[in-house]
Nanobody
Framework: QVQLVESGGGSVQSGGSLRLSCALS????????MGWFRQVTGKEREGVAV???????NYADSVKGRFTISQDNAKKTVYLQMNRLKPEDTAMYYC????????????????????WGQGTQVTVSS
């Protein structure tokens, strides 16, 4: 059973940085793509970043140049480094995984991901 546990959220002032972590357990296969999503209460959950089996990454336009997704295969952990944070980045951030693809093109789509973490809150004050 795939399990994802996020950590690293918190409160920061505009322009600051945070690093989110997502620890994967319960899966030893090679086919997996990992993504980060975020959701504000009352709005749709939106894809932020994704990294596939090749290590190829894709980002939402709103975070390009500020956020970086990376993975440590030995630790089975995916990270989201968030720099130059803005108040509009405030949201609950979710880690997600899909076992359907080796390659993932484009911004992550919620419907493509089957496994989700519990979420971690990020709050950016102006």
């Amino acid at each position: 059973q795939v399990q994802l546990v996020e950590s690293g959220g918190g409160s920061v002032q505009s322009g600051g940085s945070l690093r989110l972590s997502c620890a994967l357990s319960g899966y030893t296969g090679r086919r997996i793509c990992m993504g980060w999503f975020r959701q504000v209460t009352g709005k749709e959950r939106e894809g932020v970043a994704v990294i596939d089996n090749r290590g190829t990454t894709n980002y939402a336009d709103s975070v390009k140049g500020r956020f970086t997704i990376s993975q440590d295969n030995a630790k089975k952990t995916v990270y989201l480094q968030m720099n130059r944070l803005k108040p509009e980045d405030t949201a609950m951030y979710y880690c997600a995984a899909t076992l359907r693809y080796d390659v993932y093109l484009g911004v992550p789509n919620r419907g493509d991901f089957d496994y989700w973490g519990q979420g971690t809150q990020v709050t950016v004050s102006s």
